[in-house]
């Protein structure tokens, strides 16, 4: 079966952002090292083409703008959480990801990170309803334990999805 990606676009902040720009253009929201930040997304319809019976991936990007402290190993950790409705059912789940920072990290620049780690879907096939919204919250913690990161990092306003189309959309 074909995959695709959708990008989902952020709607709001979590809390008072701060915005800051990577280069002339990637607009990014500031997420500190002493407050929960990221952002909620655009609420969306299922994807006409999604193949509701197989998994759903997610993954994002982060940077910095300053260099890593020396110092043993840190860690990020980042939520994703999800919920999609129907009539008057609201679902909420979501996944955990606790982010090793490399010792090289310079920057600025942006890592890529599936939340979960594949093979893990964040949603697994056979959730999502026919006909059903969803919608995405996606922030750092900086107060949970894991959380070992000294300093500020950006996270640029969208998310992704992967999935896999149903073959009446991909196939002639």
């Known amino acids: 079966m074909p995959s695709t990606s959708l990008i989902i676009p952020f709607a709001q902040p ?6 800051v720009t990577l280069g002339n253009n990637l ?14 997304s ?5 994807p006409r083409d999604l193949d509701r019976s197989r998994d759903v991936f997610a993954s994002f990007a982060f940077g910095k703008r300053t ?3 020396l110092a043993p190993v840190y860690a ?4 994703l959480n999800y919920t999609y409705g129907i009539g008057s059912d609201i679902i909420n789940a979501g996944a955990l990801i606790t982010w090793t920072v490399p010792s090289n990290w310079s920057p600025p620049i942006l890592e890529y990170v599936g939340i ?17 919204w969803f919608g995405f919250a996606l922030f750092r913690d900086p107060a949970h334990a894991s959380d070992t990161y000294p300093t500020s990092v950006v996270l640029p306003l969208s998310l992704v ?12």
């Open 67 to 69: 260099g890593t402290p």
């Open 14 to 19: 979590r809390s008072t952002p701060s915005y």
């Open 116 to 132: 979960p780690d594949a093979p893990t879907p964040l949603i697994p096939g056979g959730t999502l309803p026919d006909q059903a």
């Open 42 to 46: 655009m609420p969306l319809p299922v």
């Open 27 to 40: 607009q990014c929201i500031m997420c500190p090292e002493t407050t929960a930040q990221g952002f909620y």
């Open 161 to 172: 999805l992967r999935y896999n189309q149903l073959c009446n959309f991909c196939c002639p």
């Open 76 to 79: 990020l950790r980042w939520y």
